[in-house]
């Protein structure tokens, strides 16, 4: 009996404490300067508890009675008071005062608990041991919420479902109360439904948590994140805004659902439509199966190999609905052969022929990206060419990155390949540059495949015209040995930021 | 109801503990290729048995470095095939050995070649064989990638080895005029790769005074010219710039040109040229053939190697040239060839640790480190994403007498080579000691020819490195350094020589 009572003690203690520390994180994370946060909820919350222990005096009868009503009290506004606030800041411009109140309030009830607890029980102890028990075990249940909040609670629990949680151990604490002080309870019974009614309230709002927080986060940020993973090769960010789905990959956006079909058509049809009757086509990068969907359009393409480093990359876009409608299940198709490899080994080992090489990798921010655009991998890529055979390769923007541009024309030139450049205009990238190259000369197509919403027929040469602001300049290869691609790319995007 | 004091505090101090166990990763490793077991039993005479066998073999080859590889590869080039070569250790490849795991080859010691000049025609030959050049140029993948080397110093890295940054006006001069000396010395011819081609007696002065005291005289006392200058000669020599040459030094940079493309360079490093002669003359290859002993007889020489002697014409003596007089009958015992100790270690690195900022490049030095930084294995793969790798720690013990620091290698255990390395890479990367789970440490107490001053212009070495008599010494040490080009080259002339006496006789297929 005594040992339960003081676990008790222990247990209000802790639910306190988390309540406490809950406010402190919820405002470092969503406001900011957490020093500033963590101080004044705490000092709010200790002088609250003072007002609490004062009031204590006024509360004469029915002290059983009053401490699970006060039980009960902590456990719905303790326990939801982390939903309340999520909900708060993102739907109301009272985030703080709430905040305050919340902490004033779960502090005044918190103050109540012990001096409350020490009168119920003084009858049947020494007052000497009361205090000293009572005290320690609320210190110790003090120092077990400190550790399990930021050990166990945040990061397997969160900040919404911790508080649920107890919550449920106030209601908990309340309903044993009914038990525990039976005998000096007029309606324990009614007391007790009502708890029970409470508690399924908390189970019920812990199980849908993930909800709220969603709903909650859904408005924190301009365009909802729909999918974010780390793998092993890249961070993989997916947004959308109405029905415009955005893919980053290390915070560099790869496209926009809106224009990505300006993106892919050009990529794909300049080359594949010149092509006379390809079979085999290889897709180096490409990793969302747009430029695959774009091939699937030519009916007498035996197969596609497309080789993407990443292999949670060519899942996601195998599997997301939203993704694979953008993709038309292009990754579906019995055609399709996908391989996770590493593009520059696998075309350094292998020795397959292709019609048509689609190049599509990440632009060359870091030397191991530019290995991507070398001579020597240009050298490797071709070797796969078959002799009527193109290939195109995605080669960053001659507006922006014009030095970058002509240098990535003049690497593919320097590996043996007559070059054709181009460029097209996509509104979330700008002016953007592709270059056409083969062990052959090239003609731009007078036919295309039906349907297409950007690339035709009549307006394909005026692709290959450039303006002056555009224009090719005398560019040094990318090499192995001396990426000045790298360098250049930098100095580039230096150029325009400042 | 009571609380247990007792219990109290030891749940407490449970709790306690447990928080406080934050500690690294174990790192595994040993010593690993330790030869100089083999090496004191030669110095200390030790008894060896008599020989079980005895094969009669008109030439044999005695040391598998890239001296004997070479004279091998040049023997069976040219169609003579009746010969052996003798390595004492387990692997052949001398300083170009190299290792392997789960992740990467990685090298034991050498690890990039120079592109060889117009009078490095042997290195050329080999290279052309090798695919290495093709038509004139030099294939992309052995060339070594950028970004190639940075230095650590003020606290970040800066692109390439030479300091850039920080420099005063004086240091600046300093560095202008000392480039115009050594492009002085370079169009005079007289420092060339191989040395013999062009060393010239005008230049001997310079073999009489330390690298140090030439500076001096140049009045170049810059600090940071004076730290670069003293890294080459401890990254080429191991030694300081005041226990070397002057000759040396200005060969170091006066023998190639200063805008030449590479170096050359793979995973396992010489360890690659290694693997290529092996794959040519590895039937001829005996390891684990300690040769104890080298005599003359009435026709030829006697050579024991254990349970098996040789009847030989001609030996080809590969090996280090401070073993003749422990081997050789008759050989005096030498007086101006100097090692230098070094440590060698290789890291496997689980994940690649921060790097305060900068790309992770070849080669890696750190300002003011006793080390001579790292070197990245994997930085020759075509991969994109690479996020295990190897590096290769070289640190020449080029402060203090060479033989003290001998004693060190054999008296302090792996975990002191361990800790100090450790230690010093910490300096660049914090967390290093979380990211790597292995470090194996190679000591090799002569591990390079130190060129001291006078052992370049030295009677002793010029005497024993002309073709004399049945024994023909093909060390790189013969050049007073240690260098691929110099064993090749002495490697190949070897061959020369005996091929000169034993071709007619027994008829080159």
Known sequence: MGILLFITVLLIAACGLIYELIAGTLASYLLGDSVLQFSTIIGCYLFAMGIGSALSRYIDRGLAYRFVWIELLLGVVGGFSSALLFLAFAYTQGFQLLMYALVIVIGILVGLEIPLLMRIIRGRYDFRDVVAHVL??????????????????????????????????????????????????????????????????????????????????????????????????????????????????????????????????????????????????????????????????????????????????????????????????????????????????????????????????????????????????????????????????????????????????????????????????????????????????????????????????????????????????????????????????????????? | MTVSRRGFMQSASAALVGLSLKSDPPIAGSFVNDSFQLGHQLRDHASFPSPKQILKTPVVIVGGGIAGLSAAWWLQKKGFTDFVLLEMNDQPGGNSRWGENEITAYPWAAHYVPVPGPKAIYVRELFEELAVLRDGQWEDRYLCFAPQERLFLYGRWQEGIEPAIGLSEKDRDQFRRLEERIHQFRATGKFTVPMELGLSDNTGDLDQISFADWLRDQRMDSRILNWYMNYCCRDDYGATTVETSAWAGIQYFASREPEEKGPLTWPEGNGWIVRRLLERVGTFVRTGQMVHRISHTKRGLNVLAGAVGYQAEFVIFAAPTFLAPYLIEGVAPLRDFEYSPWVTANFTLDRLPDSYGGDLTWDNVFMDSPSLGYVDATHQSLRTHVDRTVWTFYWALADGEPSRNRQLLLQRDWSYWKEAILHDLERVHHDIRRCVSRVDVMRMGHAMARPKVGAIFSPERRRLSKPHGRILFANSDLSGFSIFEEAQYRGVKAADSVLRFVGGTHGIA
């Open chain 1, 136 to 498: 320690t075990f609320d210190y110790l249940g003090a120092l077990g919420a400190s550790l399990l909040f930021p050990v166990l609670l945040v990061p397997y629990l969160g900040l919404v479902r911790s508080a649920m949680l107890f919550g449920i151990v106030n209601v908990a604490v309340a309903l044993w109360g009914t038990f525990l002080f039976a005998n000096q309870l007029a309606k324990a019974q009614a007391l007790r439904i009502l708890c029970c009614v409470v508690l399924c309230g908390l189970v019920i709002g812990m199980a849908q948590a993930k909800r709220i927080t969603t709903a909650a986060e859904d408005n924190i940020y301009a365009d909802d994140i729909i999918f974010a993973r780390d793998t092993r090769y890249q961070h993989i960010v997916l947004t959308r805004f109405k029905d415009d789905i955005r893919l980053f990959l290390n915070s560099h956006l790869q496209f926009s659902s809106r224009d990505e079909y300006r993106y892919h058509e050009a990529l794909i049809h300049p080359g594949l439509s010149a092509i006379p009757a390809p079979r085999r086509v290889l897709v180096l990068g490409g990793g969302d199966g747009l430029a695959v969907r774009e091939i699937l359009k030519y009916p007498q393409i035996e197969s596609i190999t497309l080789v993407d480093l990443d292999p949670e990359m060519t899942r996601l876009f195998s599997t997301h609905p939203m993704l694979t409608a953008l993709n038309q299940k292009s990754f579906s198709a019995s055609r399709v052969h996908i391989i996770n490899a590493d593009a520059f080994p696998w075309v350094d080992s292998d020795t397959e022929s292709f019609d048509f090489i689609v190049i599509d990798f990440p632009d060359p921010t870091n030397y191991s990206l530019g290995k991507l655009y070398t001579t020597t991998f240009y050298k490797a890529a071709a070797r796969h060419l078959s002799a009527q055979g193109l290939m195109v390769v995605q080669s960053t923007s001659p507006m922006f990155a014009r030095d970058s541009y002509w240098c990535i024309a003049e690497t593919i030139k320097q590996a043996g390949l007559q070059t054709y450049p181009y460029h097209v205009y996509v509104p979330s990238f700008g002016e953007w540059g592709f270059v056409i190259a083969g062990h052959r000369e090239y003609e731009p197509p007078t036919s295309l495949p039906a349907g297409l919403r950007f690339v035709d027929a009549k307006n394909l040469p005026a692709l290959f015209q450039f303006p002056p602001d555009m224009a090719p300049l005398p560019m040094v290869p990318n090499r192995l040995d001396d990426q000045v691609l790298v360098r250049l790319y930098d100095q580039d995007w230096k150029d325009i930021s400042h």
